[in-house]
């Protein structure tokens, strides 16, 4: 026969081990970290490009009725950089194997390119440092190219100055990614499980 749902009675019962919830919760997080921690850590290497804009060149093209260029223009021209970037991957993937076997979905997952305001932030990950450093230093050689030839083929505007003010870095530490959200994945998964462990059948007394 089969048990009505009702959510106030599973809502008491939870209500009433709590401490089963919390204790469950608990471990499924420490789990996840544990989890975590058997995975290899990785070396993050680092390099950052200075992007701006030189307005009395810029003049030029903005538009009589408007006094400057609009944060959608400024944006537009800016992400020349990431485009850059982007196009010159399997270019650097292609250098990389000739020397370190590497799939394109390991150079696609460890490799990202962030921004912030005005600055271009590139990471490569690897389990070596100088693995990590290493690609990372030939994709920005790649991709300064590719923005000189940018400007010299109308791609990149030419009030676009571009500068790479950090070569890419040897990390002297590895990290871990993601450890907050696998344990907190454990957590959730933990709390689940105590919240249906609370809510079994009790055993019937003789």
Known sequence: METEFI??????????????????????GLFGFAFHRLFPPLYDSQAIYHASLDFTQASQFIKPNDLTLSQY????????????LIEVRPVVLENINKSTR???????????????????????????????????????????????????DGRMK??????????????????YYRTNQVVLA???IGLIAGILLSNLPLPKKR
Not at 7 to 28: A, C, H, I, Q
Not at 158 to 175: R, T
């Open 73 to 84: 223009d400024e944006d537009l021209a800016l992400e020349a950089v990431r485009a850059a």
């Open 7 to 28: 959510p106030l009675d599973v809502f008491k019962r939870v209500m009433r081990l709590w401490w089963l919830v919390s204790l469950t919760g608990v471990l499924g």
């Open 158 to 175: 030419s009030y676009v100055f571009f500068e790479l003010i950090s070569q890419a870095s040897l990390p002297a530490s590895p990290v």
């Open 186 to 188: 454990g957590g959730l």
């Open 102 to 152: 590497m799939s394109w979905d390991d150079f696609s997952q460890n490799g990202s390119i962030e921004r912030n305001h005005a600055f271009w932030i590139v990471h490569f990950r690897n389990r070596e440092a100088k693995v990590a450093q290493q690609v990372l230093a030939l994709w920005t050689d790649e991709a300064t190219k590719a923005m000189h030839l940018y400007q010299q």
